[in-house]
């Protein structure tokens, strides 16, 4: 890895995320969601005395926009708040935007609001706290503690025993390992008990309480696999194979059939069925509404580049788009020159070839705007990896392992890897790996929540001048 920076991993555990369907984290996910929800009812029975369409309308949107919440109960104290609070703020902020642009909000009266505005995130963090304290009890609801043995001393089976030793909230204990490799061949940082050979593993779950067996084996071992599996008929422990498939990057990855077949999803994007319905319907609604309160700046830009400068005010330049296929990406111009060829020098600091006001477009990031159309064209997204000219694409892909998965979704205006210090001039194979890396998490980690904590913080960058947009 050649990065200068790696992408945090987002609201998940540390190494393999483990038992996602237990009790904790089910009531984690519809915490927040449902505290809004059940909120609003409330607030509409003592505003209307029932809950009236719009009532009911409204509470959908907030429900898809909220579910799943984060794993929130794990943080400080003083990090529930403000994340609470921050999230609160950025969700009834483009609630309110949303409502005050389509007229919607007229459907409330401004005490349901208002109550709505203060009461939303009392009950929140009231929910988040309770939760917390009863989480013991939560736990003790998911069954007895349970003992655990992990097959297989590789990269995963040792990042999942090390999991479930920090996972404070974790109901299942690692006791040790079973291989087949001498003492000396072990890594160096391994600290888990050797407990026996493989062939032992079925005689040691009968004799001892073991409840659940972790299969870390490589694929190649299908013969020794399928041996052992025969002999664990016996016993009453839980199994969980870990291929070693997991080693490379998931993409969206998950189990699923073809025509009832099982297969395995390793790389896909996280745009189908219903989030790519949610997805486009967000983009339609925030760009129109987005391109209606800034019309005013983008016909005085449209002025001031017209007298400043001669040349097209709107440049397009081509980019590839989703699964790599070329579109038209519209910008204001803010160079004396429209490159599009198959040489594109990115900008530098101190470019000769940048306006006077193309600078401050550039810096501020208002030379963007015209993008929110190709939003609507449906070429582009309000939020994912951004597109680069083609020349560099047809550069980098040969130099970067993994270069063209960020194709997989739309282009976005603002991205993952842009609100992370990663914005503007790449000018080293170093930097350019970062950004790919962070555009890559991102596709793994897809959420509505996450796009509007990109949004929110995307304005804060912009607002604060970051440095690296020249």
Known sequence: MIATKTPPPIRKAS???????????????????????????????????????????????????TFPGGAIIRKSPWKIFRNTVMSWALIAGLSLGFGIATGYVNAFSPEALQLWLVL?????????????????????????????????????????????????????????????RQPDRLPEDFHF???????????????????????????????????????????????????????????????????????????????????????????????????????PIMLAICLGIKLTSPGPIIFKQRRYGLDGKEILVYKFRSMTVTEDSGSVIQATKQDKRITPLGAILRKTSLDELPQFINVIQGRMSIVGPRPHAVSHNEEYRKLIKGYMIRHKVKPGITGWAQVNGLRGETDTLD????????????????????????????????????????
């Not at 996602?20 to 009812?41: A, G």
């Open 15 to 65: 190494g393999i995320a483990i038992a996602r369907d237990n009790i904790l984290y089910l009531t984690e996910s519809l915490l927040e969601p449902l505290v809004i929800v059940f909120t609003l009812w409330a607030i509409a029975i003592w505003d209307e005395g029932d809950l009236t369409p719009h009532y009911l309308m409204f509470s959908v949107i907030l429900f898809s926009l």
């Open 120 to 180: 939303t995130p009392t009950l929140l963090l009231l929910s988040i706290f309770s939760l917390r304290a009863c989480t013991p009890l939560v736990l003790a609801l998911q069954g007895p503690h349970k003992n655990a043995i992990v097959a297989g001393i590789n990269d995963q089976g040792v990042a999942l025993a090390n999991s479930l030793s920090l996972n404070e909230y974790s109901r299942s204990t690692c006791l040790g390992f079973f291989d087949d």
């Open 193 to 295: 008990p050797i407990l026996g050979k493989i062939n032992d593993l079925p005689e040691y779950v009968k004799l001892n309480d073991i409840n659940v067996i972790y299969l870390s084996l490589p694929m190649s071992s299908q013969p020794r696999i399928i041996k052992l599996l025969d002999a664990l008929k016996d016993t009453t422990a839980s199994i969980y194979f870990l291929p070693d498939i997991f080693l490379t990057d998931l993409i969206q990855g998950r189990m699923g059939q073809v025509d009832g077949i099982p297969v395995v999803a390793v790389c896909e994007t996280p745009f189908t069925g219903v989030n790519g319905m949610i997805k486009r319907i967000g983009d339609i609604v925030f760009s129109c509404i987005i391109l209606t309160l800034i019309s």
């Open 431 to 470: 930097k350019m790996q970062a950004r790919i890396e962070f555009d890559i998490d991102y596709l793994r980690n897809w959420s509505p929540r996450l796009d509007m904590y990109i949004i929110l913080k995307t304005i804060w960058v912009v607002a604060r001048g970051q440095e690296g947009a020249y």
